[in-house]
C-alpha cells in the first residue's frame, strides 16, 4: 500500500522545496513507513510507502538510480509479475515501479494493457515533456487530478491536491445533491469542481497542454466459452478463484479476511485458510456479530451467524476472532475521521462500518484484509435478468418460457422486452432508454430541495445554486442500455458503487495501516464468468450455481446451498448499541455559526434536530460537507 503525488508545473516553473515538504507532511497524515520525493522547478513526484512487502524496499532506488530519463511513482500490486518478468527477460528481485518502467519503454502509453493487477501510476517523460497517468481495470487503487491555470496535479488521496497554495476549491453542487440522494453522481465527478477521478481502465496523458484521456479495457462481452464437459467449467473456476486469492496475499505472512457469513466471504476465507496452511503464513478470520447464541427473532442478522457454522467447519477457532464490541466514538468523531481519510463523504460505503474490524486487523499485525466486495456483482450475480441471454441470440419463445431460480417474474420479463426490441432496432435510442429506466428507478430517492435543513437564501443567491434544489441528473456507467446478460452484468460491476466503495475503504485502510484486496475484481476470473454460458451461472433450482458447486468442499451446506439471502447487516453491533454522544455535534454547530463555514445549512433547524428525539445520523452526510467547509478543504463563499 502506498500514496503517490505529482505536480506538473506547465506554464511556468513554480514548484520549490517549501512546497514539495508541505505536500509530503499533509499526504503522511496515515504515518508511512517511507517516502521519497524527485523535485525541479517543473515537476514533482512523490510516493510513501507501508512496507508489507519485500519488493516495496526497492521502490526508491527506481526513480533515482533507473538509466533511463523515465521517472515513476506507483501505488501497485502486479499478480502477472512472473509472465511480465520472463516477457521482458528481467531479473526477478525488481520492485513493481520499475516492471512497469520496463513495459513503458518497451510499449509507451499501452503499457497498462500488460498489466493484471491493482495500481495507481504516474510516468514523467523528460525527453518528451510528457506525463502518463493510469489507473487499474477495475479502480481499486484511487486516481485523481486537478487541471487549472497551467498545473497539473494528481493524487491517490484529495488531500495531496488540496495542500497546493491557491488552489481552486469550488464545490461541485451537482455532485453534492445527488450524492444525497444515491442518484448517482456524474462521471469522474467529486465534491471539488476542478478535482477529478481517473475512471478505471483508462490512461490519462499531459502533453502540450492538453489532457488526452484513452480507455484501455473494458470486459469483452462477445466472448463466448464452450466446453465438452461441464467439469472443465468447475475446474477453471476453481484454478482461476484459488489463483486470484493466492495474487492477494503473495508475500504476505499474516492477513486476515473479514467474513461476514456471506456466500462470498465463506468462499474466500475457507480458500483462504487452505492456502495459509499450505504456505506456512497466517489467516486471521475477523467477523462483525453478536455473541454466537444471540436470539434474532427479528431476522436482521439471520446471513452473519452462519460466521459460526464456517468456523466449525473449519475448525478454525483459534484464529476467529468475534468483533462485538463497538470503540465508542461520537458522531462527530466519526465526520471528522471520514473527511481525514477521504476528504469528503465516502460514496457508496461509509467507511466507519469497517473501523473495528480494520483496528482488530491492526491489532493482529494483519496488513492485508481480504474482502468478499463485489462478487454479487458478478462472479457471484443472482443473474435475475437471465432472460436477456435469450433476447442476444434471438431465442423469443426461451425469452418467456424459461425457467430459473430468479426472483423476476412474466412481467419482469415483458417489462424488459420492449426497451430491448427498441434498443435493438434501434440503436439512437438506447442512450435515451437507459436515462428513462434510471430515472425511473430512483424516482423514489430524487433529492427534494425543500429540505428543512438547507438555507434557502444561499442557493436563490445564484441561478446556478438554485438550479440545484430540484436536480434532474441521472448518470449512468454504460450509456447502451443492456439486450443481454453479460452486457447487463458488465454494465453492474463496472457501475461508480463498485469501485467507490472499494476506493472509500483503501483510504480508510490507510488509517490503520491495512491494506484491502478483492478477489472478486481479479480481471482473470471476471472474463471467464461473463463468457461462460448462461446456464452454468444459474440453473432451474440453483442461482449462483458455478460458484456453489465449486465451493463443495469448502463450505457447509448451511452456507453453500443456502437458497436466498433474506437478511443480513454490515455491521450487526451496531444495531445493539448506538452512541451517537449529542452534545459533541451541537458543539459543531455553534463553531460553524461563529465560522460561517456551512453557509448552505440552516444552523438554527440543524441545532432544534439535534436537540429533538429525532435521529441524528439523518443529519450525517450534511455534516460531513460542513466540515469540509469547516476545514477550509471546500470554499462555499459564493464571492
Known sequence: MSSIYGIYSIKSPAINETLSKRIDDITSWWQPDSSFQYVNQTILLGQQNMHSHKHVLLEEDVIFKHPSELKIVSDARIDNREDLIRELRCQHDISNSELILLLYIKYGKTCAQKLIGAFSFAIWDSKNETLV???????????????????FAFGTQKKSLLAIPNINKTPDWRYIMNSMSGIGIPKGATAYSHIKHLAPGHILIVKNKELQLHQYWELDIRSELSYKNEDNYIEEFNTLFKEAIRCRIDGTNTFASHLSGGLDSSGITSVGHQLAKNNSSILKVLSYNVIEDYKDEDKK??????????????????????VNKPIERSMYDMIKHEVLCCDGRSRSNNINTEFEIQAEAKQQNASVLLSGFAGDELVTSFCRPFYLEYFDKGRWIKYFTAKKKSRHLFKDKLR????ALISTLLPSTSKYLIAKYSKERY???????????????????????????????FPQAHDEFPTSLKAYQRNHICRPHTYRRMESEQLGGKYWHVDYRYPMTDIRLLQFMISIPMEQKISEDMSRRIFRIAM????????????????????????????????ELYDFVQALKTTRSAPFLELEMVEEWIKSKKS????????IFAQLGYEGKLDFNLN
Open 133 to 151: 497517468c493510469a489507473r487499474d481495470q477495475m479502480g481499486v487503487k484511487p486516481f485523481c487530478y486537478y487541471y487549472k491555470d497551467g498545473i
Open 301 to 322: 442478522i439471520e446471513e452473519n451467524l452462519k460466521a459460526f457454522d464456517l468456523v466449525n467447519y473449519l475448525n478454525a477457532e483459534s484464529i476467529f476472532t468475534n
Open 416 to 419: 424488459a422486452f420492449i426497451p
Open 443 to 473: 424516482k423514489n430517492h430524487q433529492y427534494r430541495g425543500e429540505s428543512i435543513l438547507l438555507n434557502k437564501d444561499y442557493f436563490n443567491a445564484t441561478p446556478e445554486l438554485r438550479s440545484m434544489l430540484e436536480p434532474e441528473y
Open 552 to 583: 463443495k468442499d469448502y463450505l457447509p451446506d448451511s452456507i453453500r446451498l443456502r437458497d436466498m439471502k433474506h437478511a443480513g447487516h454490515l455491521k450487526p453491533l451496531a444495531t445493539i448499541n448506538q452512541n451517537p454522544k449529542r452534545k
Open 616 to 623: 441524528v445520523f439523518s443529519l450525517y452526510r450534511w455534516m
